[in-house]
């Protein structure tokens, strides 16, 4: 097709440019008459301009005979196309009266167009004018939005309009994004290298079953991230930005996790690279630098004096170490309750239910109701209520029943992909991976 481009983002400007475009199957004709033209501007000197002017006329015949069989439906080789970017929709009608469409005509096609393109960002126009005679009229507008979403007019020989939507290009690249912790915060570290604002949550929260991110990260720790991000057909962002992978790597540990997307529109589940789900339903030991003083089982009381179930397990250590929510889930009570002392039970997501007795005080903000997250501190270590010394004492109730703590996997509530399962997730695993590899990583 015969087109000529020339992008310029002021159509008062272009409007003045316009010339006729030639037919690209007409370069090569073109330039070795220019050769030959250059050559005899240099043997023909005495000829001067008139031998020029000549070539030039023989070159523009030359143009359009050599168009007619290649281009077979139709298209002329004085077709003219023009490109422009409106900072808003609304822009349309002066450009097009710039372009120099009859006033009539700019309302016909502005009220075609408009109902395809948003009232809120840039606009890209490609206008085809066509010869009529002597004028250049119009063949057809394209009108887009950044996701490539929009609309072609055509106007037919009736005069008529034809009008048709056309739909979102919308592809999705797989950004990559490395960076290690600065003294401030996971936050700031972030943004600086490019995570965009909305996935620094999902990504500490995909991370929060291995880290706490309050008390176990630090500068100098290395974070990466890959995330899918909508483009258009222009390669511009079109849409929200989705995380895919996580990964942190602290002096003691490290941890990576990838997404996979859950159907029927439940939450999408993170799992290691094994392809076990990251999810922990407790904590093995809700409480900092403790060591196990009173296992689970049948005891004789040191208190009571006699045989009796020890419902949980006592964790000795100094009083106001933290102690933290085993997992994420809802304050059922918390305040001092006789032998118990100062007390806080926790119903989890699962239906678990974890208890914390003889606290020194509790966490702030800590009451009945409250929802607090797996790590959270809800209280600290004391010798209140019937206790002999300073310590935790935990229970875990499953169904009801006190379990011993100890005997609850840690991912107990997780799971580890199997069969079609694991097959789908290392298929997405590696996907990632190779964008990663192919980043750099
Ligand atoms: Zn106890």
Redesign the pocket.
Known sequence: MATAFVDSYDPRVWAARWQPAVAPVAAPLRQRLIAIAAAGAVLLVGAGTAWLTRSTEEEAVVAEASTAPQAAPTPSAREVRRVLVLSRASDLAESLTTAGLPADLVTKVVAAAMPALRSDGEIRAALTLIPDGEALVLDRLEASNSDSSGVVIRRLASGELEVSRVEAQISTRILVRRGTMDGDSFYSSAVAVGIPNSLIPVFAKALAFDFNFQTEVSAGDAFEAAYAQPVNASGEDAGVPRLLYASLTTAAKSATVYRVPAEGGAEDEWFDSSGRSIVRSLMRTPVDGARVS?KFGMRFHPVLHFAKL?????FAAPTGTPIYAAGTGTIEFAGPKGANGNFVALHHDNGWRTLY?HMNRFGDGIASGVRVTQGQQIGEVGTTGRSTGP?L?YEVHIDGVKVDPLSVPTDASGKTLQGAALIAFEKIRDQIDVSRAGQGG
């Open positions: 009173s020890h419902g949980g397990i006592d007795l310590h004492h």
